[in-house]
């Protein structure tokens, strides 16, 4: 097996440590994980990970799966794949009633074909990983528009930007995840109205589109309203777990994972 390095990055309170190590295969991530935090709290006296940032290459730790690309991050799993809309015929019997109703209603083509490819899609991966029939997936969404998977105990969250579409899976925690294709617009007038005063100037679009995600995935996570969540600064990650996740096969995107501290 290949040994690949990763280097995580971990922000706690205004210092910036950097960590390198070497492992092996789909342990990579958790291992180092376990590493960071104990190496943290000897060298800086906290016991809270503030903020953390994997940078995973597709090499080192994302695998090649029947239905998409995926990656076990701290004991949860994430899937993340491009669908293809023209040569693909997704199976409607996999559908609920409600899901088909809402393909229904959308007038364009296109949009209408992307719907239905993103809920079969997810109802083939979670049916695999809750092992049942993709139409047996119990989904339904809570008071604030998120998914659920009822009567299970696993948690669910998924995000789509364009034709590419990631899902996450944990079994412990509640979990939220945003996908953001990266658009080279100015985004300032949009970051100015919605964010946090402490998150302004950004250098970029990038920078906007990677703290757009990590702000929606924590709205995911946590649930409430995206614009309070948006309206956040840093400090309220202190809290929670935060990956930002390099998908190459999806570039130029972000992909960012909060979850709730085991």
């Known amino acids: 097996m290949t ?21 092996a295969g789909h342990r990579l991530l958790s291992e180092g994980l ?13 016991c809270q990970i503030k903020l953390q940032s994997i940078f ?3 090499d080192s730790a994302w695998k090649k799966e029947d239905l998409a690309f995926a990656l076990q991050v701290d004991g949860a799993r994430v899937f993340a794949v491009e669908l293809d809309l023209v040569n ?7 559908l609920s009633q409600a899901e088909r109703l809402r393909a229904e209603v959308f007038s364009i083509p296109e949009m209408k074909a992307r ?10 991966v979670l049916g695999k990983e809750l092992g049942c029939d993709p139409q047996r997936v119990p989904l339904f969404y809570d008071t604030d528009g998120r998914p659920r998977l009822q009567d299970v105990a696993s948690h669910t969250s998924w995000s789509h930007s ?3 579409i990631a899902l996450v899976v944990d079994s412990h925690r509640e979990v939220g995840l945003d996908l953001e294709y990266h658009r080279k617009k100015d985004y300032s007038r949009l970051a100015e ?8 100037p950004l250098p970029d679009s990038d920078a906007f589109f990677r703290l757009w995600t990590r702000k929606e995935a924590h709205f995911k996570c946590c649930g409430g309203s995206l614009v309070t969540s948006l309206g956040l600064s840093a400090r309220a990650f202190e ?24």
Not at 115 to 124: C, D, M
Not at 193 to 200: A, G, N, S
Not at 242 to 250: M, N, T
């Open 115 to 124: 719907f239905i490819a993103q809920r079969v899609w997810l109802r083939r």
């Open 193 to 200: 109205r919605f964010f946090h005063p402490d998150d302004i």
């Open 162 to 164: 364009g034709d590419a």
């Open 239 to 262: 809290r929670l777990v935060c990956f930002d996740l390099v998908c190459p096969f999806l570039a130029p995107c972000s992909l960012c994972l909060v979850t709730k501290p085991g």
């Open 88 to 94: 693909s015929t997704p199976d409607l019997s996999v």
């Open 34 to 46: 376990d590493f960071l935090k104990a190496k943290l709290r000897k060298m800086c006296g906290f």
């Open 3 to 23: 040994i690949a390095t990763t280097t995580l990055l971990a922000l706690m309170g205004g210092d910036f440590l950097a960590l390198s190590f070497f492992s």
């Open 56 to 58: 995973a290459s597709m």
